[in-house]
C-alpha cells in the first residue's frame, strides 16, 4: 500500500492564504525587511521568492541589495537601523553571507521581537523555556505537516534524526510542546535504525542524501523529510536532480505518510516566515492575536 504524500505545497498555499484573511483584519500593515548580500543566486531567487509572497499576503516589503564586500560594520548599521525603525516588524539576513562575514554576530544584533527567523539566542532561550516568541520558520512548518497528516499528536513517538541548531532542535522542543515522546538521534547513536524504526513521527534533517531507507521506517510512519541534497541525476550525465535525507519512493511502501522532496517541507518555509511577520507585528503593536494562524 502507498504511503499518502503530505503535500507541503498546497499547506502552504491554504496557510498564505489566511496569512492574507489576518492581514486584512490587522488595524495596520505588518512590514517584512530583507537583507541580503552578495550575488549567490539560490538567494537571490529565494528572496525574490519571499518579497512575492509577502505582497501577495497584503504586507509591505523593504529590501537591502548590498554588495558581496560591505563589511560586517556596515551590514550591522543596517541591522540597526530596522531595529530601531518602528515600521519594520520582522527582519531576515539572508543566509549565507559571504565568508567574511561572521553570521552569528551579525543574527545575533536582531532584536528578538523582529526575528522572524527564529536564530536569535534570545529566540532559542524562549523556545527551550516554552516563553512565548519567534520560533524557527522549517521546524515549524514540519509540525504543522505532521498535524495535518495524523491530527493529534499527543503520545507519538517523535525521532528528530539531526541535531543541528537550525532544525534539529528547535525541532525537537517543538514536537515535545505537542505533547510527543521525543528523541534526537544523530550521527554517533548506537543501532540508530532500530531507533528510527520506533518512530511514529521520522523528521529527517541530517543532509545526507536518501540516508534513511525503507527498512528503517516503522510500518505507518509520518515521515517529514526536511533534507535538500543536489546529486547527480542517475539518467542524465551532468545533469543534477534534487533529493531529500529518505529514500523516497522504496519507502512510500512502508511509510503512512511523507513529504516528497521537493514540495514537501521546503514551502513551508516561507510561508511560516510570513505567519512569524504578522505574530511579530501584533506582538509589538499590541493588536490582537489573528486565531486563524494557530495550529
Not at 532544525?167 to 505533547?179: D, H, I, R, T, Y
Not at 544523530?186 to 513521527?201: F, G, K, M, P, Y
Not at 536518501?210 to 521506517?217: E, H, S, T
Request: hydrophobic fraction near 40%; charge should be negative.
Amino acid at each position: 500500500m502507498s504511503a499518502m504524500k503530505i503535500d507541503g505545497k498546497a499547506y502552504a498555499a491554504g496557510l498564505r492564504d489566511r496569512i492574507g484573511d489576518a492581514v486584512a483584519n490587522l488595524p495596520g500593515q505588518p512590514t517584512l525587511a530583507v537583507v541580503i548580500v552578495g550575488d549567490d543566486p539560490a538567494s537571490h531567487v529565494y528572496v525574490k521568492n519571499k518579497i512575492k509572497f509577502t505582497i501577495a499576503t497584503g504586507m509591505r516589503s523593504v529590501e537591502h541589495k548590498l554588495p558581496a564586500d560591505t563589511s560586517e560594520d556596515d551590514l550591522i548599521a543596517i541591522v540597526r537601523d530596522l531595529n530601531a525603525d518602528s515600521e519594520v516588524d520582522g527582519i531576515l539576513v539572508q543566509l549565507p553571507l559571504p565568508k567574511h562575514l561572521n553570521e552569528n554576530r551579525v543574527i545575533e544584533e536582531i532584536t528578538p521581537d523582529k526575528d522572524v527567523d527564529g536564530l536569535t539566542e534570545a529566540s532559542a532561550g524562549r523556545l527551550s523555556l516554552g516563553k512565548n516568541g519567534l520560533r524557527p520558520c522549517t521546524p515549524t512548518g514540519s509540525v504543522m505537516l505532521a498535524k495535518d497528516a495524523l491530527g493529534d499528536l499527543t503520545g507519538k513517538n517523535c525521532v528528530i534524526l539531526g541535531r543541528s541548531i537550525l532544525v534539529g532542535k528547535p525541532a525537537a522542543m517543538l514536537f515535545l510542546e505537542q505533547n510527543c515522546t521525543v528523541t534526537i538521534a544523530h550521527s554517533r547513536t548506537q543501532n540508530l535504525e532500530e531507533v528510527c524504526r520506533s518512530a511514529d513521527i521520522l523528521v529527517a534533517a541530517v543532509g545526507r542524501p536518501q540516508m534513511v531507507k525503507a527498512d528503517w521506517l516503522k510500518p505507518g510512519a509520518c515521515v517529514i523529510d526536511v533534507g535538500i541534497n543536489r546529486v547527480p541525476h542517475p539518467d542524465k550525465p551532468g545533469k543534477t536532480y534534487l533529493v531529500g535525507d529518505v529514500d523516497y519512493k522504496p519507502s512510500l511502501e512502508t511509510a503512512g505518510s511523507i513529504t516528497p522532496v521537493p514540495g514537501g517541507v521546503g514551502p513551508m518555509t516561507i510561508a511560516c516566515l510570513l505567519r512569524n511577520t504578522v505574530l511579530a507585528a501584533c506582538m509589538r503593536r499590541g493588536w490582537d492575536m489573528p486565531d486563524n494562524l494557530s495550529f
